[in-house]
């Protein structure tokens, strides 16, 4: 199984941005960001793409996909 984690938290305090701040600036409740860092929600490319932009990051520094153990 893969799935997908990410460092939307990490680059958040990096910049200290709450979690409301980092929502304004793309456009999203601060509910979503804390639902993306548990990894409880997995945004749409678009978002994803806007995310990777605040932080002026590539998105394979954002987001990376993970495989399962029957995956390895």
């Not at 860092?37 to 945004?43: A, H, N, R, S």
Request: hydrophobic share 40%; glycine share 6%.
């Amino acid at each position: 199984m893969v799935f997908l984690s990410n460092r939307v938290k990490e680059l958040r305090a990096r910049h200290d941005w709450t979690q409301a701040q980092l929502g304004e600036k793309v456009g999203v409740t601060r509910q979503t960001i804390a639902s993306i860092e548990k990894g409880d929600y997995v945004p749409s490319l678009l978002l994803g793409l806007q995310l990777c932009d605040v932080f002026q990051l590539p998105m394979d520094d954002v987001f990376l996909l993970e495989k399962g153990e029957s995956e390895k």
